[in-house]
T-cell receptor, first 111, second 112 residues
Framework: KAGVTQTPRYLIKTRGQQVTLSCSPI?????VSWYQQTPGQGLQFLFE???????NKGNFPGRFSGRQFSNSRSEMNVSTLELGDSALYLC??????????FGPGTRLTVL | DAKTTQPPSMDCAEGRAANLPCNHS???????VYWYRQIHSQGPQYIIH???NNETNEMASLIITEDRKSSTLILPHATLRDTAVYYC?????????????FGKGITLSVRP
């Protein structure tokens, strides 16, 4: 099976812009989770989607949002980008738990 | 979520066993112990998980103490490619609270 794929792999944006990141889970996996990784804060949970519904949410401002489509593919959006949003954004998928499988991540740089 | 405590770093010689400790003294009865690792700039990789019995797979062995307050991940024959940050995480197996809460992990350096 193909692994979790994320697009794009690298992205450069400027402050105030918005960005949409995409994640395609492993075939058959219905749960998709998003994480943000920065040098200062480490890996932090953003949200999880299961069957097109947000099931869990981390402590991030409303500028961070996501959705999941009927084919389990997921997108996350960050509006009004700030310098501090520069990070590696990771997507993970799972099939009724227990293990989550991560993609390679999208490296976002905000200038 | 129960928290875990790991030393910040350790090293071992290539070909030797690497024993990575983790303390999780407040673990609940329905929480599993998971191990992930992250090689520089890549996504975390699932290694193994267990509830109370020792577990082994092609990558590693997981030894959980009888009281479940600590565990050890064993890489039987460490290679240079095992150099990574290893995260010990406790969480429920499924449901709405099954998010992964990562700590700082332990940086394993395998030396030639």
């Amino acid at each position: 099976k193909a692994g979790v794929t994320q697009t794009p792999r690298y992205l450069i944006k400027t402050r105030g812009q918005q960005v949409t990141l995409s994640c395609s889970p492993i075939s058959g996996h219905r749960s998709v989770s998003w994480y943000q990784q920065t040098p200062g804060q480490g890996l932090q949970f953003l949200f999880e989607y299961f069957s097109e519904t947000q099931r869990n949410k981390g402590n991030f401002p409303g500028r961070f949002s996501g959705r999941q489509f009927s084919n389990s593919r997921s997108e996350m959006n960050v509006s009004t980008l700030e310098l501090g949003d520069s990070a590696l954004y990771l997507c993970a998928s799972s099939f009724s738990q227990p293990a989550q499988f991560f993609g390679p991540g999208t490296r976002l740089t905000v200038l | 979520d129960a928290k875990t405590t790991q030393p910040p770093s350790m090293d071992c010689a290539e070909g030797r066993a690497a024993n990575l400790p983790c303390n999780h003294s407040t673990i609940s009865g329905n929480e599993y112990v998971y191990w992930y690792r992250q090689i520089h700039s890549q996504g975390p990789q699932y290694i193994i998980h267990g509830l109370k019995n020792n577990e082994t797979n092609e990558m590693a062995s997981l030894i959980i103490t009888e009281d479940r307050k600590s565990s050890t991940l064993i890489l039987p024959h460490a290679t240079l490619r095992d150099t990574a940050v290893y995260y010990c995480i406790v969480r429920v197996a499924s449901g709405a609270n099954s998010k992964l809460t990562f700590g700082k992990g332990i940086t394993l350096s395998v030396r030639p």
